[in-house]
């Protein structure tokens, strides 16, 4: 049954599912608390389907994954204008990770990412 319900892991969520598929979370190349970044999608995913491939995101963290140990099961999906990892997905599984906040007023998107999350 693993894997068959989908996740979505928000910020520390996004770490943890990196963590549990092998990922290190260290510190982020800046404090990002309430500040506001542009995100850029990686390919084309089901999440950010009806999305710009550029998109405003809320950012509340000062931890983020490594670049370099995120694990094998585990694709990019979406990367900041820093450089930090935005969104994971897992390759055969129904799980995602945002290191940003969908709920957030700063990420004008994030209802049509929640959603499209929702319909996957």
């Known amino acids: 049954m693993a894997g068959e319900i989908p996740l979505l892991g928000v910020c520390l ?7 549990v598929y092998g990922g290190t979370v260290t510190y982020a190349k800046a404090l990002m ?10 390919g084309r995913h089901p999440l950010f389907t009806g999305m710009p491939d550029c998109f405003d995101v809320g950012r509340y963290h000062s931890l983020a994954v490594a670049p370099e140990t995120l694990p094998n ?3 990019v999906l979406a990367v900041a ?8 997905g897992h390759k055969e599984k129904a799980v995602y990770g945002l290191q940003f906040h969908p709920e957030s007023i700063l990420t004008p998107n ?7 999350f929702l319909r996957m």
């Open 73 to 75: 099961e585990l694709e």
């Open 110 to 116: 994030g209802p049509d990412i929640i959603r499209n």
């Open 81 to 88: 204008d820093d450089g930090e990892i935005m969104a994971v």
């Open 13 to 19: 969520g996004h770490q943890a599912v990196c963590e």
């Open 33 to 42: 608390h309430g500040k506001t970044s542009r995100a850029e999608v990686v």
